[in-house]
């Protein structure tokens, strides 16, 4: 555990007063068919072929762990203790992070007391506002700490069209900051059991949080890894390292399952698919640069079939316009 981060906690639990719960009304989901720019929202990307919502369903995948599938949207975990519940993750609204509550509340009553944000997506921090309220500490890795602020205006503008399908008011969105940040490792402790955060760098963006549960042998996962399904690249400085950390967490022995932030419950070989799918796509694309192929010769030319079954491959052609950003430039514009 990192000891600025351990020492920090201490501090903040001792003169930290507890928060009263507060009743949130929740609101209807709709079952119906959405646009597909709902899913495309939710992972970057935008699609013109409509699709049926599929509604969220709670999985427990280990005594005291609790995995919330949202297909259509983002993940979420609680972990529930004699000491209280950590959760992972808080939805795209407020009062969908009240629908996650509602869910806890069917497990326990025990006090909600850590939230963890595995990255800066407005998808898994905007519903932080009825979690800070329900008197849980926040904590992330310092660079989502950092972006947070940075890219609020945008994460809001690009979940305009999830907060209209919803009847989501925007204006209950609240920018909630961690309470708590860490550098490379930390644990959290509740109940005697164990979360431990890990860092390896940035993947999918820079503070893309791994959380481990060592006695459930089960691996929470950010933006980073998603089974089967082609990455939104618009937010990574480093495909180099985005490589290296999935065959760090493809090797690993310490765990059984990984819970990711999208998609469903998946397993080691998965993170090696990726890993291989990313690397092919990094390769050819960088390729393509080097010979001083235009960006609208690739975007119709290098068309990855091999690849066309995998979830989100309709937004191919603005993965590869991320790619030449970042191979020309070394730059992100999103974080400009």
């Known amino acids: ?10 501090r903040l639990a001792r003169r930290r007063a507890p928060r009263r719960f507060v009743t949130i009304l929740l609101a209807t989901v709709c079952a119906g068919a959405l646009a597909a720019s709902y899913a495309g929202a939710q992972n970057g990307g935008q699609t013109n072929e409509p699709r049926t919502r599929q509604e969220a369903v709670v999985k427990q995948v280990a005594p005291d762990l609790y ?10 975990i609680f972990w529930v203790t004699d000491s209280g519940v950590l959760v992972i993750d808080t939805r795209e609204h407020p009062r969908a992070g009240a629908e996650l509550i509602a869910q806890i509340r069917k497990v326990t009553d025990k006090p909600i007391k850590w939230v963890i944000n595995s990255h800066f997506h407005g998808d898994h921090t905007f519903g932080n506002a009825v979690f800070q309220a329900a008197g849980a500490m926040f904590v992330a890795q310092q660079e989502t700490a950092r972006i947070m602020p940075l890219v609020q205006p945008k994460e809001m503008a690009r979940r305009q ?21 860490f550098d490379t490792q930390m644990s959290i402790f509740l109940g005697g059991r164990e979360a431990r955060l890990m860092y390896f760098g940035p993947g999918q963006q820079a503070g893309d949080t791994f959380v481990l549960f060592p006695q459930d042998r089960a691996l929470y996962t950010p933006g980073a890894f998603a089974r089967h399904s082609m990455p939104n690249m618009a937010f990574t400085p480093s495909v180099d390292n985005w490589l290296k950390l999935l065959h760090q967490v493809a090797t690993r022995t310490d765990y059984d399952f990984i819970l990711p932030a999208h998609g469903d419950v998946a397993h080691r070989e998965d993170v090696q698919e990726l890993a291989d ?9 960088k390729a393509a640069v080097a010979k001083g192929m235009p960006l609208e010769q690739a975007q119709a030319t290098l068309t990855f079939p091999q690849y066309k079954d995998w979830r989100n491959y309709q937004r191919l052609k603005n993965e590869i316009k991320s790619l030449y950003e970042l191979i020309q430039t070394g730059k992100r514009s999103y974080f400009e």
């Open 1 to 10: 555990m990192d000891a600025r981060a351990h020492a920090r906690i201490s």
């Open 67 to 76: 995995f919330f599938f949202d297909f259509d949207g983002s993940n979420s």
């Open 161 to 181: 069209d999830y907060f209209k399908e919803n009847n989501y008011d925007p204006k209950e969105v609240k920018l909630i900051l961690p309470d708590v940040t």
């Open 277 to 285: 799918m990313l690397q092919d796509e990094y390769t050819t694309v």
